[in-house]
């Protein structure tokens, strides 16, 4: 049996407005760009190193 792959939730919780272009390109790649949204992604080493770049924009609402 295959194991489940695991999953994060992510919410945007901070504007990207009069931010480094690399940081409003991470959110974009996170599937985020307006506050408030969430996105369902899986838990990988790359998206660990995307979410600390922008951990002051965003939050962990549920890891599965």
């Not at 990207?16 to 408030?36: C, V």
């Amino acid at each position: 049996m295959a194991k489940a792959a695991k999953t994060i939730k992510v919410e945007q919780i901070g504007s990207a407005i009069r931010r480094h272009h690399s940081q409003r390109e991470t959110l974009i790649g996170l599937k985020l760009n307006k506050i408030g949204r969430v996105a369902e992604l899986q838990d990988t080493p790359e998206l660990r190193g995307m979410l600390n770049k922008v951990r002051h924009l965003v939050r962990i609402v549920d890891e599965k």
